[in-house]
């Protein structure tokens, strides 16, 4: 069973991603920092309560809690932590702690609805607002050590998970209900449920995507998995009522989280066997999976590694089902994840990010065949000094149950 004991993030990676921050915004000519969005605000504070960090470009931060304040009180390292009762006490309390206000205001624009922007414009009134979202989302892409080894315990609870998909599944039982007897035992090891991704509120998607025989077939189904879009009712992919069959390809797409660290996973699924056409596929999209991560080290280019799982697709024969079926591919095979199930860097068509020692990726190389099946496998793996190592310990096969 999970620790019961809550996560406290240390005080030393606190204090790194502060001093890390503060440099970034002294070359971005930034002031002071707004951290508004939830995810933002957990990653430097510690805390996801109701509330803003203010980060000074040199100094210590001060944490504004509006609810609940107790507990954001014991949850964050932030020393300078004090309750407020609205949020229109910003501007004395900045200007109390730190003797003004900035001239140069950073807030998270890539996020931040214009309502707000507004709000804390006309409240501050700097003489110049800029963006600090790409700053807190390149520090963010590398991950502490502290950071990999929550990973590496939400990839356990996802192996658990997998494990006991194997032992449940059977024909005559819908998709939907196999995803809830799946996540309802990835509960009791400590999956939160909901998952994160960049929004204003942090909010996010379905952790279940279960596509059997022709329900994976559909074009856009790769979209909208990537997107996290839930339902067969509302949306073209995720658990619906069809019933699991034998002898069909079933591909399981589970993405989980916990302690707020995500985990994002693909293996395909058979009940008795699995059609030759689907199984070579699939063997396929691991053989692909595979060599990517051996060319996946520190220097490499984004885009030349997703065109060279396209071109290796065609050699063996996939180019039409590659990604989507023809006129409906997707443009990437992997995207950056952590305390966010998508985060930059992505693994696509066109990209020059480099990687880099401690970036976290998940690795998605699929197929739709259309009107039949889809195929595909995904990991999460960690850029080293090295290379590659896979943060997943899901074996990376077909299961055949």
């Not at 002031?31 to 309560?49: C, K, M």
């Not at 504004?64 to 932590?81: C, G, L, N, W």
Request: glycine share 10%.
């Amino acid at each position: 069973m999970p620790e019961t004991k809550p996560i406290r993030v240390p005080e030393s990676e606190i204090k790194n991603r502060i001093r890390s921050i503060q440099k970034e915004m002294d070359a971005a000519g930034i002031e002071g920092l707004l951290v508004i969005q939830r995810v933002d605000l957990f990653y430097f504070s510690g805390t996801s309560q109701n509330g803003i960090l203010y980060i000074p470009v040199s100094g210590a931060p001060l944490l504004m809690v509006k609810r609940y304040f107790p507990r954001a009180k014991s949850e964050s390292a932030i020393r300078d932590t004090v309750e407020i009762g609205s949020v229109k006490e910003l501007s004395h309390r900045i200007r109390d702690a730190f003797g003004s206000l900035p001239s140069v205001l950073g807030l998270e624009l890539d996020v931040l609805p214009v309502r707000e922007f507004e709000f804390f414009k006309k409240l501050l009134c700097p003489k110049q607002i800029k963006d600090a979202s790409p700053i807190i989302l390149d520090l963010r892409r590398i991950k502490s050590i502290w950071e990999i080894g929550q990973m590496e315990k939400t990839a356990e609870m996802s192996r658990l998970t997998f494990e006991y998909m194997r032992t449940m599944i059977r024909p005559g039982i819908s998709e939907m209900e196999f995803a809830g007897m799946y996540e309802t035992f990835a509960r009791r090891h400590g999956h939160a449920g909901m998952l994160r991704d960049r929004n204003f509120q942090g909010g996010g998607a379905y952790s279940w995507h279960v596509l059997s025989g022709e329900s994976g077939g559909m074009p856009g189904v790769l979209d909208a998995a990537a997107s996290g879009e839930g339902t067969s009712a509302a949306f073209p992919s995720g658990a619906g009522n069809r019933r699991l069959e034998r002898n069909e390809p079933i591909m399981v797409d589970f993405g989980s989280v916990r302690h707020g660290y995500h985990m994002d996973e693909t293996r395909m699924f058979a009940i008795g066997s699995m059609p030759a056409e689907a199984q070579k596929a699939s063997r396929a999209a691991i053989e692909i999976h595979d060599a990517v991560l051996e060319r996946a080290r520190p220097g490499a280019v984004t885009g030349d590694l997703f065109r060279y799982s396209v071109d290796l697709a065609e050699k063996l024969g996939y180019g039409d089902q590659y990604l989507g079926p023809r006129g409906h591919q997707v443009r990437f095979i992997g995207h950056g994840i952590g305390l966010e199930l998508i985060e930059p860097p992505i693994i696509a068509q066109g990209k020059t990010d480099l990687l880099e020692p401690g970036m976290t990726f998940a690795l998605e190389p699929k197929m739709v065949f259309q009107g039949a099946f889809a195929a595909g496998v995904e990991s999460v793996f960690q850029v080293t000094t090295a290379g590659s190592r896979l943060i997943s310990t899901v074996p990376v096969d077909i299961f055949i149950c």
